[in-house]
T-cell receptor, first 115, second 115 residues
Framework: AQSVTQLDSQVPVFEEAPVELRCNYS??????LFWYVQYPNQGLQLLLK??????LVKGINGFEAEFNKSQTSFHLRKPSVHISDTAEYFC?????????????FGKGTKLSVIP | GAVVSQHPSWVICKSGTSVKIECRSL??????MFWYRQFPKQSLMLMAT?????????EQGVEKDKFLINHASLTLSTLTVTSAHPEDSSFYIC???????????FGPGTRLTVT
């Protein structure tokens, strides 16, 4: 079965410090990669996605992620975090093959930004 | 962006009764819809993948006879929680997949409370 691993369940970081949230997935020929954010008491919101093309993807709120096929990773980064970035972040992968699509979510990483 | 609606947004039911939740894609056709469950302060859990015109694919540990999914049209999928019990109380979220963009659009969620 395909899998998505978010290695850190919780990440505390000081305000204005850089952050990296890690995501690894099962190797597969066709994958489409996403990062979602869920702020407290709100629904999921798409941060960014990788479908094809440039492996460095820029999203909203200053976040970016890099698709690394050889390491089967799609880590999310931000050079300087704000208090408002405190939220839960989910990595998701759509595996595509033979006309079928399988979606798998990681278990999420809670980012806590400390003033 | 595309819009996905859910109805009802909140439902309270008695133990032993069944509840149906609707998920509609309002401005695009979704051959694939997903159903999630989220417990308070916990991560999103994918319950099943619903493909139009075929049986849903359930994730491991999800009882298919308890959570009946029907995807009879390209814009509507329903989740029926049969013989609900208090432990079924949760936040149920659907999403619809735009295959052209490999992007999911999420509904606002349905809060189910079983008394």
């Amino acid at each position: 079965a395909q899998s998505v691993t978010q290695l850190d369940s919780q990440v505390p970081v000081f305000e204005e410090a850089p952050v990296e949230l890690r995501c690894n997935y099962s190797s597969s020929v066709s994958v489409y990669l996403f990062w979602y954010v869920q702020y407290p008491n709100q629904g999921l919101q798409l941060l960014l996605k990788y479908l094809s093309g440039s492996t460095l993807v820029k999203g909203i709120n200053g976040f970016e992620a890099e698709f690394n096929k050889s390491q089967t990773s799609f880590h999310l980064r931000k050079p300087s975090v704000h208090i408002s970035d405190t939220a839960e972040y989910f990595c998701a992968v759509i595996y595509s093959g033979a006309g079928s699509y399988q979606l798998t979510f990681g278990k999420g990483t809670k980012l806590s930004v400390i003033p | 962006g595309a819009v996905v609606s859910q109805h009802p947004s909140w439902v309270i039911c008695k133990s032993g009764t069944s509840v149906k939740i609707e998920c509609r894609s309002l401005d695009f056709q979704a051959t694939t819809m997903f159903w999630y469950r989220q417990f308070p302060k916990q991560s999103l859990m994918l319950m099943a993948t619903s493909n139009e015109g075929s049986k849903a694919t359930y994730e491991q540990g999800v009882e298919k006879d308890k959570f009946l999914i029907n995807h009879a049209s390209l814009t509507l999928s329903t989740l029926t929680v049969t013989s609900a019990h208090p432990e079924d109380s949760s936040f149920y979220i659907c999403s619809a997949l735009d295959r052209g963009q490999y992007e999911q659009y999420f509904g606002p969620g349905t809060r189910l409370t079983v008394t």
